[in-house]
């Protein structure tokens, strides 16, 4: 089973048993289960440290499919979609001001303006 098949399983079964965080309880245990990530990173443990990456990522996906599916009428992927075009249109006004002699940090600044 696709991961994105799974959440949409574990979600539904919290809808059903009636165990699904508030926003900001899931805000909180995403922020834990990343810094449990960072933590298995400063250690050095890399099976550890990707075992708390899997548990951050499933953390980030509930919270965006609870938040999109009930608070937006969206989907998280759709989300995820339109940060990634905002991303790529972020890079090209970058690219191309820096190729055209902007320094870095203001071709930056001016592609955030212009895509936020």
Same mark, same amino acid.
């Given at each position: 089973?696709? #991961?994105?098949? $799974?959440?949409? /399983?574990? +979600?539904? %079964?919290?809808?059903? &048993? ?7 309880? @899931? ?5 834990e ?15 550890? #440290?990707?075992s $708390?990456?899997? /548990?951050? +990522?499933? %953390?980030?996906?509930? &919270? ?7 608070? @937006? ?44």
């Open positions: 089973m696709h #991961a994105t098949a $799974e959440i949409e /399983d574990i +979600l539904d %079964a919290n809808r059903r &048993l009636g165990t699904v965080a508030d926003l900001k309880t @899931a805000i909180r245990k995403t922020r289960e990343l810094d449990e990530f960072e933590a298995e990173l400063d250690k050095g443990d890399d099976a550890k #440290a990707l $708390e990456l899997g /548990d951050t +990522l499933l %953390a980030v996906h509930l &919270l965006a499919g609870r938040y999109a599916r009930e608070k @937006a009428g969206s989907s998280p992927w759709m989300a995820a979609d339109e940060a990634a075009v905002k991303v790529l249109n972020r890079l090209g006004v970058i690219e191309k001001l820096v190729t055209e002699g902007t320094a870095l940090p203001d071709a930056v600044k001016t592609a955030k303006a212009q895509y936020r």
